[in-house]
């Protein structure tokens, strides 16, 4: 039977599992300690194709690794990389990755022993492995790229994972090329909300950014933490709230401000480069509007926040991933790194 485990939001356990028994209901769900999910797939469901938004990180057909210390840990792993990876002379990434809180008992600072000790084993052994492997995680996928994972679940135990191009293709809605599906973002003061960490975390993991010259419409804009970015990088924008932006924002040349209701909004030129949303209401009035602008075409990429009250919101995130899938864009439905109760769907339309 094959197997996967799934890291994922300190409490986000059962409703990860959750998730995962109304997208593959033939398979067993279970939580493996805080912050991970195992599968055990029904044959029918190995070769899906889960869209999962609460998974930050998936390790397809993970193998244990019990070893008492850093170095036993090091040294399996490294052994396992090697003959893995013998005959591969293309490009791979290396994450090693915990799911830390306060109380853990695994830290980053034992991952970043682990990794050290394993890439100085393999400068030792297999110099070419070095050469070869990707270090910026923000570098889109190579099309023959092998990601190699190493995940620390308890002190002693640990577990392994290869995934190769086509696995990587087809659990694309639940794996990450950022390690452990983390996505850290700069701090910068000058935007007039924190909200800007969402959309600039979008931008990495879509792996576009907005451009100088494109035009965006940013619904549900006010106090303007993604129009902010916007302009910033050169783009045009059309805010459409109720209440002004900050004062610069509203001053800015490349602005057109629209007092009203961002969910009755219909741009005059379509498409558009950007549709944003990161308006607070009811999941199921956002999964609307994200659903009319796709499939009247009104705009070339978007990014869409869905906030919820609580957990009985979640199961309407169904009906989203079919919307998603019937317009063909290329998506991703994450719950960010820098997402609070709410989840964002972005991508790009063909």
Known sequence: MTSRLYACRPGRERVLADE????????RHEVHGTGWVESRLASGDAAASP???FAAQCLPDPEPIQAPSVSATAQAAAQLVM????????????????????GSTVRASRCGLVEKQVLDALRRRQKRLVATRVVVSARPWERDEILVQVALVEPRLAFFSVAGSAERERLKGCMSRFPGGVVEVSE??????????????VELRLGRRISSGETCVDLGASPGGWTHVALGRGARVIAVDRSPLRADLMAHPHLTFVRGDGFSFEPEDKPVDWLLSDIIAFPVRTIGLLERWLAKRWCRCFCVTIKFRGQDDYPEL?????????????????????????VTAFGELG
């Open 20 to 27: 995962l028994a109304r997208v593959l209901p033939a398979s």
């Open 51 to 53: 869209c999962l938004a």
């Open 83 to 102: 003959e893995r990876l013998s005959g591969h002379e293309g490009p791979w990434r290396f994450h090693v990755f915990c799911v830390e809180t306060p």
């Open 188 to 201: 910068d003061r000058a935007p007039p909300s924190r909200a800007y960490r969402k959309l600039l975390e």
């Open 318 to 342: 169904e009906r989203l991933k079919a919307i998603l899938v019937a317009s063909g864009a290329d998506f991703q439905l994450r719950e960010l790194t820098n997402n609070k109760n709410e």
